[in-house]
């Protein structure tokens, strides 16, 4: 989907970064993560094995099913496919493709179209247990509520029942 947003969390981004300043080979990882209403959220990365690589290429094992992105170096500011880059990309059943350019320059790119980068952001995403604890209390708070409720309706049944076997004695 060519329209899609992708949103990168800052740690990835920053773990690019740093392999981008630090190799002068070229380098690949595997972008995982979720998709949802035309929004990829990459939030995980693995690094595939590497066969062989110099300044140009990079030969590797595939990334594992589920991945969003391959993503591999190219020299500064060299963001565009290359024909074998659009090749290796239409072997993989991946929904993009991207590279690594600078220093916070990533280009992907959908199968639609190879020539129009994607709009990206980089921001801080939550660890998944962060929903987790933020919504802990009030869950707790609704599951004591209806205890209670239910401790309280129990006892008024149990009252109700005894009342009319009185009334019924009299």
Same mark, same amino acid.
């Given at each position: 989907?060519?329209?899609? $947003?992708?949103?990168?969390?800052? =740690?990835?981004?920053? $773990?690019?970064?740093?392999?981008?300043?630090?190799?002068?080979? =070229?380098?690949?990882? &595997?972008?995982?993560?979720?998709?949802?209403?035309?929004?990829?959220?990459?939030? =995980?990365?693995?690094?595939?094995?590497?066969?062989?690589?110099?300044?140009?290429?990079?030969?590797?094992?595939? &990334? @594992?099913?589920? $991945?969003?992105?391959?993503?591999?170096?190219?020299?500064?500011?060299?963001? *565009?496919?290359?024909? $074998?880059?659009?090749?290796?990309?239409?072997?993989?059943? =991946? @929904?993009?493709?991207?590279?690594? &350019?600078?220093?916070?320059? +990533?280009? +992907? %790119?959908?199968? *639609?179209?190879?020539?129009?980068?994607?709009?990206?952001?980089?921001?801080?995403? @939550?660890?998944?247990? %962060?929903?987790?604890?933020?919504? +802990? @209390?009030?869950?707790? +708070?609704?599951v004591l509520l209806v205890a209670?409720?239910?401790?309280?309706?129990?006892?008024?049944?149990?009252r109700k029942k005894r009342f !009319?076997?009185?009334? !019924?004695?009299?």
């Amino acid at each position: 989907d060519s329209e899609a $947003t992708i949103i990168i969390s800052r =740690e990835i981004a920053n $773990t690019l970064n740093n392999l981008y300043s630090k190799n002068a080979y =070229e380098f690949v990882a &595997c972008l995982k993560g979720k998709y949802a209403d035309g929004v990829y959220q990459i939030d =995980e990365i693995e690094f595939p094995e590497v066969i062989e690589a110099d300044h140009f290429s990079i030969v590797h094992v595939a &990334c @594992p099913k589920g $991945t969003i992105s391959t993503t591999h170096s190219h020299s500064l500011n060299n963001c *565009k496919l290359s024909d $074998t880059d659009i090749f290796a990309f239409g072997s993989k059943d =991946e @929904p993009t493709n991207s590279i690594v &350019c600078g220093i916070d320059n +990533f280009a +992907f %790119y959908s199968r *639609k179209d190879f020539d129009q980068r994607m709009n990206y952001i980089i921001r801080d995403i @939550p660890d998944k247990n %962060y929903y987790f604890w933020f919504y +802990f @209390p009030l869950l707790l +708070f609704f599951v004591l509520l209806v205890a209670v409720i239910l401790l309280f309706t129990t006892k008024f049944i149990k009252r109700k029942k005894r009342f !009319r076997r009185i009334i !019924r004695r009299g």
